[in-house]
């Protein structure tokens, strides 16, 4: 029988009484009063009910408060309180009286929090132990229990974590503190712990750790087909897999042809060394051809000087083959031309394709061409049968056609297309453009006017087209205060605003993404409008992206650090509005973004880029934190944009596509011989990504000339036509 002490400092029995519930003293309780004299506390016999009632409550109370945050409760919606709604002289008075909801009390309990964080962190326990009592029902309690647990993660028992494993199971929290105990578990070689805490993930240590749990525990069923599954890549794996793949090779699962397998992997990944590592564990009738592969993929303009290797009979002669042919048709399209049409009655006997390979092969000789920008690429795209045909390969074949004006052609293909792509703006664009050079004039404008009402790229070509108005009026999203009121009180939606007043941008930003996840469309609207109420822009514009709506202009296009973006725009002889453009799409203004590339802030600038202009613009760079600093960041991309656009003779086509992709990039992409319409040129740009991104930051920069108010040129007299590359750019 446990004994619950009814302290006389009610917030120290709250904390007493919570430690004994996760702990799991639930069971024989007996509940009485005692009193302090020195430290030593004496037991009396007073049992009155008055005391019971009291123990109760403070019993009670922690696993009420803690409903309020536990995640896994299901999500009531909360009413509208009336005084937020009595009196309010608008719907913008109860909108802002929603947004300061408890604002004083919240304000108060962040503080707390931040102390009792403080606290722990200088392991200051009875401070924190005082604290922690006052914030059970504070959104960010979980993070407060999580950092608490932590730090005594190896004195805590099993039921402990399992609670807050079991409370918390969709927050980050709960997911953090599974892989630290996984880790730790395996340093102890606890391995039925391990299998206790274990859950599927796509960590590659801690499913080696997890085999290795289950071989320690007879576990073993299919475990054979799950370790060559992890070994089967064409990546290294940690050295935490060294044993189980050592007990699946001692047991004689390793086979040559796995070995093959994984070999043809390791070299679509470009791991030459690891190829060789794996070439070796072959046995010596296989290991030349192994390396063979490895040559050829290292410079697969060896193919005409070595293919009579490959005509040897061995089974894999022809996968070498095909694969370094491959590689030679994206090195040298042309030069892979040549051998194939040398040596064609040669391989048909030696090594015959079939009508898949076959297809496949004239596929990327066709896209190799397209996007090199070759005469001859439509005659091979014409030479893919209507089955192998890819969307790739059907939108390069009218690029290329668009590229050379051939628009029959461009009519032709977009009518092969399958419906849904040919329904596409684009394609709808350039099918108009298609019938309009081939003197189909009403069917042209026809399809026109349906796309001028669009508010895109396209669209607002299709505008100039036919000198209508682009379709720019605002139309702003408004819920009501109640639907706000319920979204805004949700525990989930609660920790992501706490997170954000605390400038825990990132994890404020993982608990955002976890939740839009839960929600429908309509309450994702909410949300962005609910994150925009709050400032925080750019997570307002990603959220209503991933929705259909589309006319609320103020929320996807805001004028954030308008005084900078002016200043700087007119200091630098730039058009604001192509600014604002250019950091709508490289951020959206999230002013800590960073690419996988390492481009960072709100102009997403490389390091050694930000370095080179600081130094032209006389700038202190101190690396990272310098780019994260939003005026500085705008400061040294309005630099390397007015670079740009000085270097490109003030063409705001090219220069837009120079940020993106770089200056020698699109001095390679300019037309040969004359000039080209600028939506040609932009249409044909070989990289998806930069492609999009002139096309995007075009269309954005029309808006924003209209949310500044400063009208200025229409879309196609900003899109002047593109200078041969015979005509030298500054």
């Known amino acids: 029988m446990v004994s619950i002490v009814v302290l006389q400092k009610s917030h120290m029995a709250f904390y007493e009484l919570n430690s004994h519930l996760r702990k799991g003293w639930t069971r024989n309780l007996h509940i009485g009063w005692y009193t302090h004299r020195g430290n030593t506390a004496m037991k009396t016999d007073r049992r009155k009910p008055l005391i019971r009632t009291i123990a109760l409550l403070i019993l009670v109370t922690p696993v009420v408060?803690?409903?309020?945050?536990?995640?896994?409760?299901?999500?009531?919606?909360?009413?509208?309180?009336?005084?937020?709604?009595?009196?309010?002289?608008?719907?913008?008075?109860?909108?802002?009286?929603?947004?300061?909801?408890?604002?004083?009390?919240?304000?108060?309990?962040?503080?707390?929090?931040?102390?009792?964080?403080?606290?722990?962190?200088?392991?200051?326990?009875?401070?924190?132990?005082?604290?922690?009592?006052?914030?059970?029902?504070?959104?960010?309690?979980?993070?407060?229990?999580?950092?608490?647990?932590?730090?005594?993660?190896?004195?805590?028992?099993?039921?402990?974590?399992?609670?807050?494993?079991?409370?918390?199971?969709?927050?980050?929290?709960?997911?953090?503190?599974?892989?630290?105990?996984?880790?730790?578990?395996?340093?102890?070689?606890?391995?039925?712990?391990?299998?206790?805490?274990?859950?599927p993930t796509q960590n590659v240590t801690l499913q080696c750790h997890y085999l290795t749990a289950r071989l320690h525990n007879g576990k073993t069923h299919d475990i054979y087909k799950d370790?060559?599954?992890?070994?089967?890549?064409?990546?290294?794996?940690?050295?935490?897999?060294?044993?189980?793949?050592?007990?699946?090779?001692?047991?004689?699962?390793?086979?040559?042809?796995?070995?093959?397998?994984?070999?043809?992997?390791?070299?679509?990944?470009?791991?030459?060394?690891?190829?060789?590592?794996?070439?070796?564990?072959?046995?010596?009738?296989?290991?030349?051809?192994?390396?063979?592969?490895?040559?050829?993929?290292?410079d697969p303009d060896q193919l005409p000087r070595r293919y009579e290797a490959l005509l040897k009979p061995h089974p894999k002669a022809k996968p070498i083959f095909i694969d370094t042919l491959r590689r030679l048709i994206r090195h040298d399209p042309q030069k892979a031309i040549r051998f194939w049409h040398t040596h064609t009655a040669e391989f048909s006997l030696r090594i015959p394709l079939n009508d898949t390979e076959q297809a496949s092969l004239y596929h990327d000789v066709a896209m190799a061409l397209a996007l090199?920008?070759?005469?001859?690429?439509?005659?091979?795209?014409?030479?893919?049968?209507?089955?192998?045909?890819?969307?790739?390969?059907?939108?390069?074949?009218v690029r290329a056609a668009i590229r050379n004006k051939h628009w029959q052609t461009v009519h032709h293909a977009i009518d092969a297309m399958p419906e849904k792509q040919q329904q596409t703006d684009r394609?709808?664009?350039?099918?108009?453009?298609?019938?309009?050079?081939?003197?189909?004039?009403?069917?042209?404008?026809?399809?026109?006017?349906?796309?001028?009402?669009?508010?895109?790229?396209?669209?607002?070509?299709?505008?100039?087209?036919?000198?209508?108005?682009?379709?720019?009026?605002?139309?702003?999203?408004?819920?009501?205060?109640?639907?706000?009121?319920a979204l805004q009180e949700r525990p989930d939606i609660r920790r992501s605003a706490e997170l954000f007043q605390l400038g825990r941008l990132l994890e404020a930003r993982r608990e955002w993404r976890i939740t839009m996840g839960k929600l429908d469309e309509i309450r994702r609207q909410q949300a962005a409008k609910l994150a925009q109420l709050w400032n925080w822009n750019g997570q307002s514009i990603l959220t209503m992206a991933s929705t259909s709506h589309r006319d609320d202009l103020e929320l996807r296009f805001p004028l954030l650090f308008r005084e900078e973006v002016l200043a700087l725009s007119e200091t630098k002889g730039l058009e604001a509005a192509w600014t604002y453009g250019v950091i709508r799409r490289e951020s959206a203004f999230i002013s800590d973004a960073r690419s996988s590339r390492g481009a960072t802030g709100l102009m997403q600038l490389m390091p050694a880029t930000a370095k080179h202009i600081s130094r032209s613009l006389k700038i202190r760079y101190r690396g990272l934190s310098t780019l994260l600093q939003p005026e500085t960041?705008?400061?040294?991309?309005?630099?390397?944009?007015?670079?740009?656009?000085?270097?490109?003779?003030?063409?705001?086509?090219?220069?837009?596509?120079?940020?993106?992709?770089?200056?020698?990039?699109?001095?390679?992409?300019?037309?040969?011989?004359?000039?080209?319409?600028?939506?040609?040129?932009?249409?044909?740009?070989?990289?998806?990504?930069?492609?999009?991104?002139?096309?995007?930051?075009?269309?954005?920069?029309?808006?924003?000339?209209?949310?500044?108010?400063?009208?200025?040129?229409?879309l196609n007299e900003r899109m002047r036509p593109v200078r041969a590359g015979n005509e030298a750019f500054p």
């Open 227 to 298: 370790i060559q599954q992890l070994w089967l890549s064409g990546r290294s794996r940690p050295s935490e897999c060294d044993g189980v793949f050592a007990h699946w090779i001692d047991a004689g699962q390793l086979t040559d042809e796995l070995l093959w397998q994984r070999i043809e992997l390791t070299l679509r990944q470009g791991r030459r060394q690891l190829t060789s590592y794996l070439a070796r564990q072959l046995p010596a009738r296989d290991r030349h051809w192994a390396q063979l592969w490895i040559d050829l993929h290292r």
């Open 427 to 485: 394609w709808r664009y350039w099918k108009a453009r298609a019938l309009a050079a081939l003197g189909q004039e009403k069917d042209a404008l026809a399809l026109l006017g349906e796309l001028a009402g669009q508010r895109n790229y396209y669209g607002f070509l299709a505008a100039d087209r036919l000198s209508r108005p682009y379709p720019l009026q605002v139309q702003p999203y408004q819920p009501s205060a109640e639907e706000l009121f």
């Open 65 to 199: 408060n803690h409903a309020l945050v536990r995640d896994t409760q299901p999500v009531q919606t909360p009413m509208l309180p009336p005084s937020l709604s009595e009196g309010a002289q608008s719907h913008a008075d109860t909108l802002s009286r929603v947004l300061n909801y408890r604002v004083d009390e919240r304000a108060a309990q962040r503080a707390l929090y931040q102390q009792a964080e403080q606290a722990l962190a200088q392991h200051r326990l009875t401070r924190f132990r005082e604290l922690l009592p006052r914030l059970t029902d504070y959104p960010l309690y979980p993070y407060l229990q999580y950092q608490d647990l932590k730090q005594r993660l190896q004195r805590a028992s099993r039921h402990e974590i399992d609670q807050f494993l079991d409370s918390y199971a969709t927050l980050p929290v709960a997911s953090s503190l599974r892989r630290k105990v996984l880790r730790q578990a395996a340093k102890r070689q606890d391995w039925q712990s391990y299998l206790h805490y274990y859950r």
């Open 372 to 397: 090199r920008h070759q005469p001859n690429a439509e005659a091979w795209f014409r030479r893919i049968p209507p089955s192998h045909q890819t969307d790739a390969s059907r939108s390069w074949r």
């Open 633 to 714: 960041n705008l400061k040294l991309g309005t630099g390397y944009l007015a670079k740009m656009m000085t270097r490109f003779d003030n063409q705001t086509v090219l220069a837009t596509a120079a940020y993106n992709a770089g200056a020698r990039r699109v001095k390679k992409w300019l037309p040969g011989e004359t000039a080209m319409d600028a939506d040609r040129w932009i249409e044909t740009i070989p990289y998806k990504e930069t492609r999009e991104y002139v096309s995007n930051v075009l269309a954005y920069t029309i808006i924003y000339a209209d949310r500044l108010g400063q009208g200025g040129p229409r």
